[in-house]
């Protein structure tokens, strides 16, 4: 790899995805490779338990594009994500899941509208194959929600699969936030972004990272991380415990002074 920057960096957060690792490297060499610029492939083993970082290991003795990076234990995906972005070069930034959900050949047409002058270019998924009846209510439910809840606007249907220039990123990275979700970082730092609708395809293998508890965790952190509503609930919950309360101890006394009160 060229000891300059990049004009185009990778970033894969990667969790027990031996089975797809090997399809991913090659699909995303192939569209970089398209692209005719400098390039590198950040991939993030988030501490996984089979095995993906000997294949990272592999991959990168062969391919001098590759930059592995192996934490010490798994930190969940979001701070793997955000190592990798941290770490990364490149002028432009995409973003993308190892399971290949995300088809990594929507890159010329993201690096088409950024070419136009957008800073972020996010995937909208249209359809989701593969996936249950029930997983697909929960995350509608999950969007409706959000968008309800959240004083940032955050678009729907929308996950961390986008291409972002280095000025948004370097905006992004300077955020504090320890509990991240980074969808809604990215809308709430601003500049120009748009949409790039797709249809999200079946996993290639493995299972899914994000089981029901998993996903209501993160939608917790969503929801506290970028609503004051949740907040707002609990101050007037307690105002009016607090009242019921003041209420319940003038009605003892009155009871008391007038002689109501139940014997014993």
């Known amino acids: 790899m060229s000891s300059d920057v990049p004009q185009l960096s990778v970033v894969v957060p990667c969790y027990n995805e031996e089975l797809v690792l090997a399809a991913?490297?090659?699909?995303?060499t192939d569209v970089c490779r398209a692209q005719r610029v400098d390039y590198e492939i950040v991939l993030v083993n988030d501490?996984?338990?089979?095995?993906?970082?000997?294949?990272?290991?592999?991959?990168?003795?062969?391919?001098?594009?590759?930059?592995?990076?192996?934490?010490?234990?798994?930190?969940?995906?979001?701070?793997?994500?955000?190592?990798?972005?941290?770490?990364?070069?490149g002028k432009r930034v995409l973003i993308i899941d190892a399971?290949?959900?995300?088809?990594?050949?929507?890159?010329?047409?993201?690096?088409?509208?950024?070419d136009a002058g957008v800073d972020v270019v996010y995937g909208q998924r249209r359809t989701r194959q593969g996936e249950s009846r029930f997983k697909l209510l929960t995350a509608k439910t999950f969007y409706r929600l959000l968008e309800?809840?959240?004083?940032?606007?955050?678009?729907?249907?929308?996950g961390d699969f986008r291409l972002i220039s280095r000025r948004a990123l370097d905006v992004l990275l300077a955020m504090p936030e320890r509990s991240r979700f980074l969808r809604g970082m990215v809308s709430w730092i601003g500049f120009r972004q748009e949409p790039l609708l797709y249809d999200r395809a079946a996993r290639l293998a493995g299972e899914t990272k994000y089981p029901f508890f998993k996903m209501f965790r993160f939608a917790v952190d969503a929801i506290t991380s970028f609503s004051l509503k949740p907040l707002t609930l609990a101050t007037w919950v307690g105002f009016g415990s607090g009242?019921?309360?003041?209420?319940?101890?003038?009605?003892?006394?009155?009871?008391?002074?007038?002689?109501?009160?139940?014997?014993?």
């Open 99 to 114: 399971d290949l959900q995300d088809p990594p050949e929507l890159l010329p047409a993201m690096m088409d509208r950024m």
């Open 24 to 28: 991913l490297h090659q699909r995303l």
């Open 243 to 264: 009242a019921c309360a003041l209420l319940l101890c003038a009605y003892a006394v009155i009871g008391w002074v007038l002689g109501h009160t139940v014997a014993g």
């Open 148 to 158: 309800w809840l959240t004083d940032v606007p955050i678009p729907r249907d929308t």
């Open 47 to 89: 501490g996984s338990r089979d095995g993906t970082w000997p294949m990272m290991e592999a991959l990168a003795a062969e391919d001098s594009h590759l930059v592995c990076v192996n934490l010490s234990r798994n930190h969940g995906h979001q701070l793997a994500l955000t190592a990798g972005l941290q770490l990364c070069r």
